[in-house]
């Protein structure tokens, strides 16, 4: 069993990231980031301004977006994500308040791991990221460290 590192959460929504902090916490998960638009989330990815030292922004084990954002949508982030091969090994969650059929396909077509209509509830919320984390912490992953050489 694996551990897990960083969890990046793209949301803009203020209400929605207090409900994430407040899911995290219940879960015992301490080690997140919440970013709050799209750029944040490419830059973050890419390691560039800000994120810039992977000690203190390490490279994020699982990304959790939402689709609807300022500056780059979700969309806009998935479609760089398939550009860029370092962060393709990461496991993309999307957590959108859309349940339209051609925004769970177009995520999936990007490349998305898995979509997820967000709960209403702190208890609904807190059992999908304890699955998820559950999940992608038993599960085999490849290296999530762009400089990882493998060997």
């Known amino acids: ?45 890419s ?41 393709k090994v990461v496991p993309t969650i999307v957590m959108s308040n859309s349940n339209q059929t051609n925004d769970v396909s177009r995520a999936y077509e990007l490349c998305a791991n898995a979509f997820f209509t967000k709960p209403t509830r702190l208890q609904e919320l807190v059992d999908i990221l304890a699955l998820i984390h559950h999940f992608w912490t038993i599960a085999q992953c490849p290296p999530t460290d762009p400089l990882h050489k493998g060997g």
């Open 47 to 87: 390691g560039a301004g800000k994120f810039s030292d992977r000690n203190v922004h390490p490279f994020p084990h699982w990304l959790l977006l939402d689709i609807k954002m300022p500056r780059k949508t979700g969309f806009d982030v998935l479609h760089w994500i398939t550009e860029h091969p370092a962060c």
């Open 1 to 45: 069993m694996g551990t897990l590192r960083r969890i990046l959460v793209a949301e803009d929504n203020e209400a929605e990231a207090f409900l994430y902090q407040r899911a995290f916490q219940k879960i015992g998960i301490a080690d997140y980031l919440i970013v709050t638009d799209g750029e944040q989330t490419i830059d973050y990815l």
